[in-house]
């Protein structure tokens, strides 16, 4: 594994490889441009090709190509080991029959989650019923295969008995969340989680398996979609379809179309909007979001066009804005859904994103259709609307949305304000770890990052940002040393010496002139 991983480092270079994900400026023999990992406007992470790292000034983000790809993927090392290799046309070292019993549990699952994959291809290729329902659906032949998707057989145990022919021990099929155990001592054993369903694998942003949903072939079956169990490497909550083929164009375009199901997904994907994801039927969480945000900070939501949809999408707007992140909302036709549209007409599909409106906006011409008696409208958007806008970071924007909401209901400007006001934006999540609002805080050693400063500027003399770096710096070492001196002179006044106070006015004194400085 050691000798892959240094293969790697040689034939790849971390500007390339960075600047294939955000856009890095020439920096004398570095590299700097704005940190993709926390909201910044002067540019303060930087890429140094011969020490072959990253270090951002803001946010105290730093390592090589493998901890870069981690930490923007959303992945563990061995993913982005595989992603680097890909690039690297490096072939990585594989188990072979004779140490196969030191692979890792984790390792195991993911094995038995490809070969129940392969299974599922090869169960659709001759069954005509389920063919029929995809052909139903618009779905392609091509997208069939893109996507790898299945069908699990209508009997209890055909994954089972499969899958046992091969090799793999009971434990790790239930473990991978491929089958379930009936009551203890019924002397039975484990049956299929899916049947009778056509399968979507769920895989990770480097492509792997890590899980199933199923859709029901018969019209009766209920759930009508049934998603694995969490495991040891899928979280549902987590997991977006679609983002191992969507990411690359999610950045590239700026931002990504949201849907609800995989069916919605894939014919989006084949009306050719290559920049969709679906949360796998399940609510859009946080961590959804903060996936995409590393990618791009603009969304737009395009859920099902019926009461359950709208409300699903509201929820997510506001999720979504109080992570910072640009919001519009798609309109689709009353009582269609995005896989109706984009099959029967992908420049219809198209359009209908195109003209997305900002969250606000779309939600309260909803408001204004739904309600005409005005006491009860300007209720709804107090409650519904005002909320949103609160949510939104730009001063200006909050201006714009309330003359429209006052020019829309007819309600004053002021009163709109006053009203606005009063919203307690307690939905909002925590800000990201890595989020830095102001200067440079929060890191483990100041000197460290004063000794990374100074190896760069020997790579890049004269680098304003940098130097700004440096000075800033030297003053908040100061400081610190000001805070820690201080702290031991207040213990000695405890103590009860009198004395000290001279000295504690002096030192604050001075502490204040260097946070002036900072200003």
């Known amino acids: 594994m050691g000798g892959d ?33 926390h909201n910044e406007k002067t540019p303060s992470f930087f890429v140094s090709p011969s020490r072959q790292s990253y270090y951002c000034f803001g946010c105290g983000a730093k390592g090589d190509i493998f901890t870069f790809v981690e930490q923007t993927e959303g992945v563990e090392f061995k993913e982005a080991l595989k992603i680097l290799a890909d690039r690297a046309g490096v072939e990585l070292k594989k188990f072979s029959p004779q140490n196969k019993a030191e692979q890792s549990e984790k390792e195991r699952i993911l094995e038995v989650l490809e070969e129940a994959s392969s299974f599922f291809e090869k169960e659709l290729s001759s069954n005509i019923s389920a ?32 899958l046992l022919s091969l090799g793999y021990k009971e434990e790790i099929l239930l473990k991978a969340g491929l089958v379930k155990r009936v009551e203890p001592g019924s002397g039975k054993s484990p049956y299929d989680v899916f049947r009778d369903r056509i399968t979507f694998p769920l895989k990770d942003s480097s492509g792997t398996v890590i899980a199933f949903s199923g859709r029901a072939l018969a019209k009766e079956t209920e759930p009508k979609y049934l998603n694995s169990p969490d495991t040891v490497v899928f979280k549902k909550h987590e997991v977006l379809y679609g983002l191992d083929r969507a990411k690359d164009k999610i950045r590239r375009k700026d931002y990504a179309v949201l849907v609800e199901g995989q069916i919605d997904l894939v014919l989006s994907h084949q009306a050719g909007v290559d920049n969709t994801v679906a949360s796998s039927g399940t609510a859009f969480t946080q961590a959804h979001l903060e996936r995409l945000k590393k990618l791009s900070k603009r969304i737009i ?78 209720l709804a958007v107090k409650n519904r609307i005002l909320p949103l806008v609160a949510l939104l970071e730009s001063s200006i924007e909050r201006s714009h949305f309330v003359s429209l909401i006052a020019k829309r209901t007819g309600i004053k400007e002021d009163v709109v304000w006053d009203d606005l006001k009063k919203v307690k934006v307690s939905a909002a999540p925590p800000p990201d770890k890595g989020e830095v609002q102001e200067g440079i805080k929060n890191h483990p050693s100041r000197s460290d990052e004063y000794h990374e400063v100074m190896a760069l500027l020997k790579e890049n003399p004269g680098d304003k940002d940098l130097m700004r770096h440096k000075e800033e710096l030297s003053i908040l070492m100061r400081i610190d040393e000001f805070d820690e001196e201080m702290s031991r002179l207040r213990l000695d006044m405890k103590e009860g010496d009198n004395k000290m106070l001279a000295r504690v006015a002096s030192l604050a004194r001075k502490r204040d002139e260097q946070r002036r400085k900072m200003r």
């Open 301 to 378: 939501l395009a859920f099902d066009a019926d009461a359950a949809g709208y409300a699903a999408s509201e929820k997510s707007a506001a999720l979504a804005m109080a992570l910072g992140l640009e919001v519009k909302v798609a309109r689709l036709p009353e009582g269609s859904d995005p896989a109706e549209v984009a099959k029967e007409d992908p420049a219809k599909w198209k359009e209908i994103l195109r003209k997305s409106l900002p969250a606000v906006e779309h939600f309260l011409s909803l408001v204004l259709e739904g309600e005409k008696d005005a006491r009860k409208a300007g």
């Open 5 to 37: 991983v240094e293969t790697i480092k040689e034939r790849l270079d971390i500007a390339e490889v960075i600047g294939s994900y955000t856009k890095l400026e020439k920096a004398g023999q570095s590299f700097k441009a704005k940190c993709p990992f």
């Open 131 to 162: 063919q029929k329902y995809l052909k139903t659906r618009g779905i392609g032949e091509e997208s069939v295969k893109n996507w790898n998707l299945g069908f699990a057989p209508a009997e209890w145990r055909s994954l089972y008995t499969h």
